[in-house]
Protein backbone atom coordinates (compact mmCIF):
# COMPACT_ATOMS: atom_id res chain seq x y z
CA UNK A 1 0.00 0.00 0.00
CA UNK A 2 1.87 3.60 -0.79
CA UNK A 3 -0.90 4.98 1.77
CA UNK A 4 1.80 3.48 4.61
CA UNK A 5 4.76 5.42 2.74
CA UNK A 6 2.62 8.38 2.24
CA UNK A 7 1.82 8.09 5.95
CA UNK A 8 5.61 7.53 7.21
CA UNK A 9 6.60 10.48 4.96
CA UNK A 10 3.95 12.74 6.79
CA UNK A 11 4.99 11.80 10.07
CA UNK A 12 8.45 13.01 9.21
CA UNK A 13 7.04 16.21 7.56
CA UNK A 14 4.75 17.46 10.38
CA UNK A 15 7.70 17.26 13.04
CA UNK A 16 8.70 20.24 10.59
CA UNK A 17 7.89 24.03 10.74
CA UNK A 18 6.83 24.04 7.20
CA UNK A 19 5.91 20.65 6.43
CA UNK A 20 5.64 20.23 3.06
CA UNK A 21 7.27 23.03 0.37
CA UNK A 22 5.28 25.51 -1.77
CA UNK A 23 3.80 23.50 -4.96
CA UNK A 24 6.57 24.84 -7.55
CA UNK A 25 9.03 24.66 -5.00
CA UNK A 26 8.50 20.72 -4.55
CA UNK A 27 8.16 20.60 -8.29
CA UNK A 28 11.41 21.86 -8.54
CA UNK A 29 12.43 19.64 -6.05
CA UNK A 30 11.36 16.84 -8.36
CA UNK A 31 12.98 18.32 -11.26
CA UNK A 32 16.40 18.15 -9.44
CA UNK A 33 16.43 15.11 -7.82
CA UNK A 34 15.31 13.06 -11.90
CA UNK A 35 18.56 15.17 -12.68
CA UNK A 36 20.43 13.45 -10.63
CA UNK A 37 19.20 9.92 -11.77
CA UNK A 38 19.91 11.55 -15.56
CA UNK A 39 23.15 11.47 -14.44
CA UNK A 40 23.43 8.36 -13.14
CA UNK A 41 22.05 6.43 -16.30
CA UNK A 42 25.06 8.58 -18.21
CA UNK A 43 27.73 7.19 -16.27
CA UNK A 44 26.08 3.41 -16.13
CA UNK A 45 25.00 3.69 -19.76
CA UNK A 46 25.53 6.87 -21.62
CA UNK A 47 28.61 8.64 -22.94
CA UNK A 48 29.92 9.65 -19.87
CA UNK A 49 33.23 8.30 -18.10
CA UNK A 50 32.22 5.12 -16.46
CA UNK A 51 31.61 4.48 -12.84
CA UNK A 52 29.82 1.58 -13.04
CA UNK A 53 30.11 0.34 -9.58
CA UNK A 54 29.68 3.92 -7.72
CA UNK A 55 26.42 4.78 -10.01
CA UNK A 56 24.68 1.18 -9.52
CA UNK A 57 25.52 1.69 -5.49
CA UNK A 58 23.58 5.17 -5.62
CA UNK A 59 20.55 4.44 -8.26
CA UNK A 60 18.40 2.87 -5.85
CA UNK A 61 18.54 6.18 -3.27
CA UNK A 62 18.07 8.38 -6.34
CA UNK A 63 14.95 6.98 -7.59
CA UNK A 64 13.75 6.28 -4.25
CA UNK A 65 14.72 10.42 -3.96
CA UNK A 66 12.12 11.19 -6.66
CA UNK A 67 9.79 9.03 -5.44
CA UNK A 68 10.02 10.94 -1.99
CA UNK A 69 9.35 14.11 -3.90
CA UNK A 70 6.58 12.55 -5.80
CA UNK A 71 4.91 11.62 -2.86
CA UNK A 72 5.39 14.90 -0.77
CA UNK A 73 3.58 16.56 -3.82
CA UNK A 74 0.38 13.67 -3.33
CA UNK A 75 0.68 14.26 0.62
CA UNK A 76 0.12 18.38 0.07
CA UNK A 77 -2.03 17.84 -2.33
CA UNK A 78 -4.23 15.36 -0.17
CA UNK A 79 -3.71 12.64 -3.02
CA UNK A 80 -5.21 8.91 -2.66
CA UNK A 81 -1.68 7.29 -4.19
CA UNK A 82 -3.79 3.65 -3.83
CA UNK A 83 -6.34 5.25 -5.64
CA UNK A 84 -4.69 6.61 -8.42
CA UNK A 85 -2.35 3.50 -8.42
CA UNK A 86 -5.75 1.38 -9.07
CA UNK A 87 -6.74 3.23 -11.92
CA UNK A 88 -3.18 3.59 -13.57
CA UNK A 89 -3.17 -0.30 -13.51
CA UNK A 90 -6.49 -0.40 -14.63
CA UNK A 91 -4.91 1.59 -18.23
CA UNK A 92 -2.19 -0.32 -18.24
CA UNK A 93 -4.21 -3.73 -18.33
CA UNK A 94 -6.91 -1.98 -20.36
CA UNK A 95 -6.60 1.21 -22.43
CA UNK A 96 -3.59 0.25 -23.54
CA UNK A 97 -3.77 -3.39 -23.75
CA UNK A 98 -2.97 -3.53 -27.59
CA UNK A 99 -0.14 -0.67 -27.19
CA UNK A 100 2.76 -3.52 -26.83
CA UNK A 101 3.06 -6.36 -28.14
CA UNK A 102 2.27 -9.11 -25.36
CA UNK A 103 3.88 -12.64 -25.10
CA UNK A 104 2.65 -15.34 -26.85
CA UNK A 105 0.41 -18.27 -25.07
CA UNK A 106 0.61 -21.33 -26.63
CA UNK B 1 5.47 -1.26 1.58
CA UNK B 2 6.90 -0.35 -2.25
CA UNK B 3 7.23 -4.11 -2.50
CA UNK B 4 3.67 -4.74 -3.36
CA UNK B 5 3.39 -2.07 -5.64
CA UNK B 6 6.55 -2.99 -7.47
CA UNK B 7 5.64 -6.60 -7.54
CA UNK B 8 2.40 -5.46 -9.29
CA UNK B 9 3.66 -3.91 -11.92
CA UNK B 10 5.84 -6.43 -12.48
CA UNK B 11 3.19 -8.56 -13.33
CA UNK B 12 1.81 -6.50 -15.32
CA UNK B 13 5.19 -6.20 -17.13
CA UNK B 14 5.94 -9.73 -17.39
CA UNK B 15 2.84 -10.05 -20.13
CA UNK B 16 4.69 -7.79 -22.48
CA UNK B 17 7.09 -9.18 -25.12
CA UNK B 18 9.76 -6.22 -23.41
CA UNK B 19 8.80 -6.11 -20.00
CA UNK B 20 11.11 -3.34 -19.29
CA UNK B 21 12.13 -0.60 -22.01
CA UNK B 22 16.24 0.34 -22.01
CA UNK B 23 17.22 2.36 -19.05
CA UNK B 24 17.64 5.33 -21.16
CA UNK B 25 14.47 5.04 -22.51
CA UNK B 26 13.04 4.50 -19.26
CA UNK B 27 14.70 7.50 -18.49
CA UNK B 28 13.50 9.58 -20.81
CA UNK B 29 9.43 8.28 -20.01
CA UNK B 30 10.54 9.64 -16.29
CA UNK B 31 10.94 13.03 -17.65
CA UNK B 32 7.95 13.43 -19.88
CA UNK B 33 6.00 12.24 -16.92
CA UNK B 34 7.42 14.99 -14.96
CA UNK B 35 6.81 17.53 -17.65
CA UNK B 36 3.51 16.81 -17.24
CA UNK B 37 3.61 17.48 -13.47
CA UNK B 38 5.35 20.28 -14.53
CA UNK B 39 2.47 21.61 -16.92
CA UNK B 40 0.05 21.38 -14.13
CA UNK B 41 1.70 23.11 -11.55
CA UNK B 42 1.76 26.36 -13.76
CA UNK B 43 -1.59 25.99 -14.82
CA UNK B 44 -2.39 25.49 -10.83
CA UNK B 45 0.12 27.87 -9.47
CA UNK B 46 1.61 29.57 -11.86
CA UNK B 47 1.10 31.97 -15.12
CA UNK B 48 -0.60 29.82 -17.68
CA UNK B 49 -3.80 30.59 -17.95
CA UNK B 50 -5.37 28.82 -15.11
CA UNK B 51 -7.73 25.59 -15.56
CA UNK B 52 -7.29 24.28 -11.83
CA UNK B 53 -10.28 22.13 -11.65
CA UNK B 54 -9.47 20.08 -14.92
CA UNK B 55 -5.66 20.40 -13.49
CA UNK B 56 -6.35 19.49 -9.76
CA UNK B 57 -8.21 16.44 -11.23
CA UNK B 58 -5.46 15.06 -13.07
CA UNK B 59 -2.88 15.66 -10.99
CA UNK B 60 -3.06 12.45 -9.11
CA UNK B 61 -3.22 10.73 -11.79
CA UNK B 62 0.15 12.61 -13.31
CA UNK B 63 2.23 12.18 -10.09
CA UNK B 64 1.17 8.15 -9.72
CA UNK B 65 2.51 8.09 -13.64
CA UNK B 66 5.62 9.51 -12.30
CA UNK B 67 6.10 6.85 -9.47
CA UNK B 68 5.44 4.79 -12.00
CA UNK B 69 7.85 5.45 -13.99
CA UNK B 70 10.56 5.41 -11.02
CA UNK B 71 9.72 1.92 -10.18
CA UNK B 72 9.68 0.42 -13.71
CA UNK B 73 13.66 1.72 -13.70
CA UNK B 74 13.55 0.10 -9.92
CA UNK B 75 12.82 -3.10 -11.19
CA UNK B 76 14.33 -3.08 -13.99
CA UNK B 77 17.78 -3.03 -11.77
CA UNK B 78 16.12 -5.27 -9.18
CA UNK B 79 16.44 -2.66 -6.50
CA UNK B 80 14.57 -2.83 -2.91
CA UNK B 81 12.47 0.32 -2.65
CA UNK B 82 11.46 -0.49 0.69
CA UNK B 83 15.52 -0.99 1.63
CA UNK B 84 15.81 2.62 0.15
CA UNK B 85 12.92 4.15 1.54
CA UNK B 86 14.11 2.85 5.22
CA UNK B 87 17.50 4.64 4.67
CA UNK B 88 15.86 8.00 3.33
CA UNK B 89 13.54 8.01 6.28
CA UNK B 90 16.88 7.66 8.39
CA UNK B 91 18.48 10.24 6.84
CA UNK B 92 15.65 12.75 7.21
CA UNK B 93 15.48 11.92 10.85
CA UNK B 94 19.29 11.52 11.65
CA UNK B 95 21.24 13.38 8.74
CA UNK B 96 19.22 16.56 7.92
CA UNK B 97 17.86 16.81 11.20
CA UNK B 98 19.19 20.62 11.36
CA UNK B 99 18.80 21.39 8.40
CA UNK B 100 15.36 22.07 8.50
CA UNK B 101 13.62 24.14 11.00
CA UNK B 102 11.20 22.21 13.48
CA UNK B 103 8.21 22.58 15.04
CA UNK B 104 8.82 23.71 18.60
CA UNK B 105 7.41 21.82 21.48
CA UNK B 106 6.46 23.38 24.76
CA UNK C 1 25.20 36.63 -31.18
CA UNK C 2 22.98 34.53 -28.69
CA UNK C 3 22.42 38.73 -27.29
CA UNK C 4 20.17 39.36 -30.53
CA UNK C 5 18.03 36.08 -29.91
CA UNK C 6 17.44 37.28 -26.26
CA UNK C 7 16.94 40.67 -27.77
CA UNK C 8 14.05 39.12 -29.78
CA UNK C 9 12.38 37.55 -27.01
CA UNK C 10 12.51 40.54 -24.38
CA UNK C 11 10.93 42.81 -27.49
CA UNK C 12 8.26 40.15 -27.99
CA UNK C 13 7.92 39.91 -23.96
CA UNK C 14 7.76 43.67 -23.59
CA UNK C 15 4.23 43.54 -25.31
CA UNK C 16 2.78 41.31 -22.41
CA UNK C 17 1.64 42.67 -19.43
CA UNK C 18 3.41 39.87 -17.38
CA UNK C 19 6.73 40.09 -19.38
CA UNK C 20 8.08 37.20 -17.23
CA UNK C 21 6.68 34.53 -15.21
CA UNK C 22 8.17 34.55 -12.07
CA UNK C 23 11.34 32.43 -12.03
CA UNK C 24 9.75 29.00 -10.71
CA UNK C 25 7.08 29.28 -13.21
CA UNK C 26 9.75 29.51 -15.38
CA UNK C 27 11.09 26.76 -14.27
CA UNK C 28 7.97 24.23 -14.59
CA UNK C 29 7.54 25.56 -18.09
CA UNK C 30 11.38 24.63 -18.80
CA UNK C 31 11.14 21.15 -17.38
CA UNK C 32 7.50 20.70 -19.64
CA UNK C 33 9.57 21.22 -22.61
CA UNK C 34 12.32 18.98 -22.00
CA UNK C 35 9.53 16.57 -21.35
CA UNK C 36 8.46 17.04 -24.39
CA UNK C 37 11.95 16.50 -26.28
CA UNK C 38 11.88 13.49 -23.63
CA UNK C 39 8.26 12.09 -25.26
CA UNK C 40 10.29 12.68 -29.05
CA UNK C 41 13.32 10.73 -27.70
CA UNK C 42 11.49 7.47 -27.15
CA UNK C 43 9.60 7.91 -30.45
CA UNK C 44 12.73 8.16 -32.53
CA UNK C 45 14.82 6.33 -30.61
CA UNK C 46 13.28 4.28 -27.61
CA UNK C 47 10.88 1.81 -27.16
CA UNK C 48 7.66 4.25 -27.80
CA UNK C 49 5.59 3.00 -30.74
CA UNK C 50 7.47 4.53 -33.70
CA UNK C 51 6.57 7.56 -35.53
CA UNK C 52 9.77 8.82 -36.66
CA UNK C 53 8.47 10.89 -39.62
CA UNK C 54 6.41 12.85 -36.92
CA UNK C 55 8.91 13.13 -34.34
CA UNK C 56 11.52 13.97 -36.67
CA UNK C 57 9.49 17.12 -37.74
CA UNK C 58 8.57 18.39 -34.47
CA UNK C 59 11.99 17.73 -33.26
CA UNK C 60 13.38 21.22 -33.83
CA UNK C 61 10.80 23.20 -32.83
CA UNK C 62 10.74 21.52 -29.28
CA UNK C 63 14.56 21.80 -28.94
CA UNK C 64 13.96 25.60 -29.66
CA UNK C 65 10.94 25.30 -27.05
CA UNK C 66 13.63 24.38 -24.01
CA UNK C 67 16.02 27.44 -25.49
CA UNK C 68 13.72 29.82 -25.55
CA UNK C 69 12.13 28.66 -22.10
CA UNK C 70 15.96 29.35 -20.85
CA UNK C 71 16.37 32.42 -22.33
CA UNK C 72 13.19 33.98 -21.22
CA UNK C 73 14.91 32.68 -17.76
CA UNK C 74 17.97 34.13 -18.53
CA UNK C 75 16.29 37.31 -19.32
CA UNK C 76 14.41 37.91 -16.01
CA UNK C 77 17.50 37.44 -14.19
CA UNK C 78 19.55 39.71 -16.41
CA UNK C 79 22.00 37.24 -17.50
CA UNK C 80 24.40 38.00 -20.27
CA UNK C 81 24.19 34.72 -22.11
CA UNK C 82 27.51 35.73 -24.14
CA UNK C 83 29.44 35.92 -21.83
CA UNK C 84 28.15 32.93 -20.03
CA UNK C 85 28.78 30.95 -23.27
CA UNK C 86 32.55 32.17 -23.84
CA UNK C 87 33.08 30.69 -20.03
CA UNK C 88 31.72 27.29 -21.13
CA UNK C 89 33.69 27.43 -24.45
CA UNK C 90 36.82 27.90 -22.10
CA UNK C 91 35.47 24.72 -19.69
CA UNK C 92 35.77 22.66 -23.07
CA UNK C 93 38.61 23.66 -24.58
CA UNK C 94 40.93 23.59 -21.60
CA UNK C 95 39.45 22.44 -18.36
CA UNK C 96 37.87 19.34 -19.31
CA UNK C 97 40.49 18.92 -22.12
CA UNK C 98 41.36 15.29 -20.99
CA UNK C 99 37.77 14.42 -20.26
CA UNK C 100 36.65 12.97 -23.84
CA UNK C 101 39.04 11.65 -26.14
CA UNK C 102 40.20 13.34 -28.58
CA UNK C 103 40.73 12.01 -32.29
CA UNK C 104 44.58 11.53 -33.16
CA UNK C 105 46.14 13.93 -35.67
CA UNK C 106 49.01 12.55 -37.15
CA UNK D 1 22.08 34.14 -35.47
CA UNK D 2 21.82 30.90 -33.50
CA UNK D 3 23.75 29.56 -36.47
CA UNK D 4 27.36 30.42 -34.92
CA UNK D 5 26.55 29.50 -31.64
CA UNK D 6 25.99 26.10 -32.93
CA UNK D 7 29.17 26.34 -35.12
CA UNK D 8 31.10 26.83 -32.35
CA UNK D 9 29.98 23.86 -30.76
CA UNK D 10 30.21 21.96 -33.99
CA UNK D 11 34.10 22.85 -34.01
CA UNK D 12 34.92 22.14 -30.06
CA UNK D 13 33.00 19.01 -30.70
CA UNK D 14 34.52 17.73 -33.93
CA UNK D 15 37.79 17.53 -31.84
CA UNK D 16 36.77 14.87 -29.88
CA UNK D 17 36.17 11.13 -31.18
CA UNK D 18 32.68 10.68 -30.12
CA UNK D 19 31.44 14.33 -31.45
CA UNK D 20 28.11 14.13 -30.17
CA UNK D 21 26.47 11.27 -28.02
CA UNK D 22 23.90 9.35 -29.09
CA UNK D 23 20.39 10.97 -28.69
CA UNK D 24 18.89 8.98 -25.14
CA UNK D 25 22.75 10.15 -23.76
CA UNK D 26 22.82 13.61 -24.92
CA UNK D 27 19.06 13.70 -23.48
CA UNK D 28 19.50 12.38 -20.07
CA UNK D 29 22.57 15.01 -20.11
CA UNK D 30 19.88 18.07 -20.47
CA UNK D 31 17.89 16.74 -18.08
CA UNK D 32 20.52 16.77 -15.46
CA UNK D 33 21.37 20.10 -16.91
CA UNK D 34 17.90 21.45 -16.00
CA UNK D 35 17.88 19.42 -12.43
CA UNK D 36 21.08 21.92 -11.45
CA UNK D 37 18.86 24.80 -13.05
CA UNK D 38 16.01 23.62 -10.41
CA UNK D 39 18.46 22.80 -7.93
CA UNK D 40 19.43 26.99 -7.94
CA UNK D 41 15.93 28.32 -8.27
CA UNK D 42 15.08 26.26 -5.07
CA UNK D 43 17.87 27.82 -3.16
CA UNK D 44 16.96 31.39 -4.77
CA UNK D 45 13.00 31.41 -4.94
CA UNK D 46 12.19 28.50 -3.03
CA UNK D 47 12.22 26.81 0.79
CA UNK D 48 16.33 25.54 0.25
CA UNK D 49 18.19 27.00 3.03
CA UNK D 50 19.17 30.04 0.77
CA UNK D 51 22.47 30.60 -0.52
CA UNK D 52 21.73 33.32 -2.44
CA UNK D 53 24.46 35.28 -3.62
CA UNK D 54 26.33 31.80 -4.41
CA UNK D 55 22.59 30.73 -6.41
CA UNK D 56 23.20 34.11 -8.40
CA UNK D 57 26.56 33.40 -9.72
CA UNK D 58 26.18 30.05 -10.63
CA UNK D 59 22.63 31.00 -12.76
CA UNK D 60 24.24 31.95 -15.72
CA UNK D 61 26.04 28.49 -16.33
CA UNK D 62 23.27 26.41 -15.43
CA UNK D 63 21.48 27.88 -18.02
CA UNK D 64 23.85 27.74 -20.29
CA UNK D 65 24.25 24.66 -19.45
CA UNK D 66 20.69 23.56 -20.49
CA UNK D 67 21.27 25.73 -23.62
CA UNK D 68 24.41 23.63 -24.61
CA UNK D 69 23.13 20.44 -24.06
CA UNK D 70 19.83 21.53 -26.23
CA UNK D 71 22.32 22.79 -29.21
CA UNK D 72 24.71 19.24 -29.06
CA UNK D 73 20.93 17.51 -29.85
CA UNK D 74 20.30 20.42 -32.32
CA UNK D 75 23.49 19.75 -33.98
CA UNK D 76 23.34 15.94 -34.12
CA UNK D 77 20.28 16.02 -35.56
CA UNK D 78 21.20 18.39 -38.39
CA UNK D 79 18.99 21.32 -36.88
CA UNK D 80 18.97 24.57 -38.42
CA UNK D 81 17.96 26.35 -34.93
CA UNK D 82 17.19 29.88 -36.66
CA UNK D 83 14.48 28.47 -38.78
CA UNK D 84 12.91 27.27 -35.84
CA UNK D 85 13.50 30.38 -33.80
CA UNK D 86 11.69 32.24 -36.53
CA UNK D 87 8.89 29.90 -36.56
CA UNK D 88 8.65 30.20 -32.75
CA UNK D 89 8.71 33.44 -33.13
CA UNK D 90 6.01 33.67 -35.60
CA UNK D 91 4.13 31.63 -32.81
CA UNK D 92 4.43 33.98 -30.32
CA UNK D 93 3.12 36.71 -32.43
CA UNK D 94 0.54 35.08 -33.81
CA UNK D 95 -1.05 31.92 -32.81
CA UNK D 96 -0.86 33.03 -29.33
CA UNK D 97 -1.48 36.38 -29.57
CA UNK D 98 -4.66 36.74 -27.45
CA UNK D 99 -3.26 33.33 -25.37
CA UNK D 100 -1.71 36.09 -22.80
CA UNK D 101 -2.58 39.69 -21.66
CA UNK D 102 -0.68 42.57 -23.51
CA UNK D 103 0.26 46.05 -22.20
CA UNK D 104 -2.15 48.63 -23.02
CA UNK D 105 -1.70 50.84 -25.23
CA UNK D 106 -3.12 54.60 -24.68
Redesign the interface.
Known amino acids: ?2 K ?2 QK ?2 DE ?1 A ?5 PY ?5 Q ?13 L ?2 H ?4 K ?1 KKVEEA ?1 QE ?3 E ?6 A ?2 C ?2 NR ?1 G ?3 D ?3 E ?3 DK ?2 WRDRD ?5 DHA
Open positions: MLDTQIWQTLEEWPPLSFAALSEEVGEVGRMNLYGSPNLGGIVDVIFAMMAHIDLAEFKKMCYRFAKK
